[in-house]
């Protein structure tokens, strides 16, 4: 299938070439057959389009699921290993061992201080720093843009963004199976462990 590009300059040789004008009246007429079959065309070539990025933003949401599970499972086990650690540590001091060998590993307690604050607002202020995050306030921006002040160092753009949804008429069982099968794939690859 010809590409959007290839169709859009077919339709243009097409419709000089449809035209026809009769030299005694001068009236234009337009072979419009032709043009029909490829506006069709050209409707699949946007439709298979649209229906690709769909996938891609199907694939892509599947992805997002996927790595939230994994980042709760990550959390998870990150949690398990500070409980396991605390286990061992509470088992060793239990029994009075500062070091403990076996023929695989070794274990022995490092000294550490840390501050633990109880009430912030409690701590004098000659501890405390200052975080300062700088951001533009583009709402305000925009809205004195368009009440038609000019402002250094912006301006405003308007865009034309294109919004896919999906045609109430057509059922997108292929869409679903798509997602289906991609979310199977994604918790076979991960749920191995």
Excluded at 4 to 9: I, N, S, T
Excluded at 32 to 47: N, P, V
Excluded at 104 to 124: C, G, H, P, W, Y
Aim: charged share 30%; hydrophobic share 35%; aromatic share 8%.
């Amino acid at each position: 299938m010809p590409s959007l590009y290839e169709l859009d300059k077919a339709y243009l040789q097409a419709l000089e070439s449809a035209m026809e004008i009769d030299e005694e009246t001068g009236e234009v007429t337009i072979n419009e057959s032709a043009l029909e079959a490829m506006e069709m065309e050209y409707g699949a070539k946007i439709d298979n389009i649209v229906c690709y990025v769909k996938n891609i933003e199907a694939l892509n949401d599947a992805i997002k699921k996927e790595e939230e599970a994994l980042k709760r499972r990550r959390q998870v086990n990150a949690n398990k290993v500070e409980r396991l650690k605390r286990y061992i540590g509470c088992s060793l001091n239990s029994r009075g061992y500062d070091k403990y060998e076996t023929a695989k590993n070794k274990l022995s307690f490092r000294k550490s201080e840390s501050v633990v604050i109880t009430n912030q607002a409690l701590i004098d202020p000659i501890y405390l720093k200052m975080k300062t995050e700088i951001s533009v306030d583009k709402t305000a921006l925009k809205q004195d843009l368009k009440g038609g002040m000019e402002i250094e160092g912006c301006y405003l753009e308007t865009k034309h963004n294109l919004q896919v949804r999906w045609n109430q008429s057509y059922k997108h069982k292929e869409n679903v199976l798509f997602v289906e099968h991609i979310e199977t794939c994604m918790n076979i690859m991960f749920s191995v462990v």
